[in-house]
């Protein structure tokens, strides 16, 4: 099995004070889906050095993180993107990265000076990811942080591009699921018996009886990479469920 913990960083200030809608996370995580990976968190974080710092750190300190970075990677002076991420992943070291200038200098000409061309000042190893828009290139290290601007249009290709590259297939995950009248809370010593190498995902509901009634009943979810570890503690769930003669629906 393979193990990758898929982070998403979104920057920008403009989507937590309500000036624009975040169009990332749905799109990354739906691709994330469809190639049979999910993802371990997400952040919507401001443009902030401190924060992005620290968020880079968390991810850059999970070693089997892989991470997708929305945003801040232009010339403007709110744009921290490109300068963080050298102190985090290159002890600060930068320089101008060769091919990405190339491609600024034919799309600007004399107008990728003196601020366009800072977006090719890169973390040191930096790599490319293709921009079909503009032509102004992300970035990526170490093949698993990725940089990408924060216009969708551009992004989407180049988080496209980068996991057909590096993780197009990820070995499917088997799931099986239960609907029970009952509460979560009567199942809570069951749960305590499954084994960690088990996902358990617990959602309680409640059922509406009538205008002003409703009872409690859960819904139970089972996955794991070894489809007989799921069939095996799926049956002793069935058997705990029709022991106490729960009413229940497969899912």
């Known amino acids: 099995m393979i193990v990758k913990n898929f982070y998403s960083v979104i920057i920008g200030t403009e989507l937590l004070n309500g000036r624009r809608s975040d169009a990332h996370f749905e799109f990354i995580n739906g691709e994330l889906q469809k190639r049979g990976w999910e993802h371990k968190g997400s952040f919507i974080i401001a443009d902030d050095v401190e924060l992005m710092e620290a968020t880079y750190k968390l991810i850059r300190d999970d070693k089997n993180s892989v991470m997708f970075s929305f945003g801040g990677i232009g010339a403007t002076p709110d744009d921290h993107t490109r300068e963080i991420a050298s102190k985090v992943f290159r002890d600060g070291k930068m320089a101008i990265q060769e091919e990405a200038k190339a491609l600024i200098v034919e799309r600007f000409k004399e107008r990728a000076f003196p601020n366009r061309i800072?977006?090719?000042?890169l973390p040191i190893g930096a790599?490319?990811?293709?921009?079909?828009?503009?032509?102004?290139?992300?970035?990526?290290?170490?093949?698993?942080?990725?940089?990408?601007?924060?216009?969708?249009e551009m992004a989407q290709a180049m988080v496209v591009e980068a996991l057909d590259s590096f993780f197009s297939k990820n070995i499917k995950k088997f799931r099986k699921g239960l609907y029970i009248e009952q509460s979560e809370e009567s199942l809570i010593e069951f749960m305590k018996t499954l084994p960690k190498e088990l996902e358990l995902s617990s959602l309680p509901i409640m059922k509406r009886i009538d205008d002003s009634s409703y009872t409690p009943a859960v819904s139970i979810s089972l996955a794991s990479y070894e489809e007989s570890l799921v069939e095996e503690h799926y049956g002793k769930l069935i058997k705990v469920v029709e022991t106490n003669c729960w009413k229940y629906e497969l899912e």
């Open 127 to 152: 790599k490319l990811l293709k921009n079909p828009i503009n032509r102004v290139p992300g970035f990526y290290l170490d093949e698993r942080f990725f940089f990408v601007p924060g216009f969708p």
């Open 118 to 121: 800072n977006m090719a000042f």
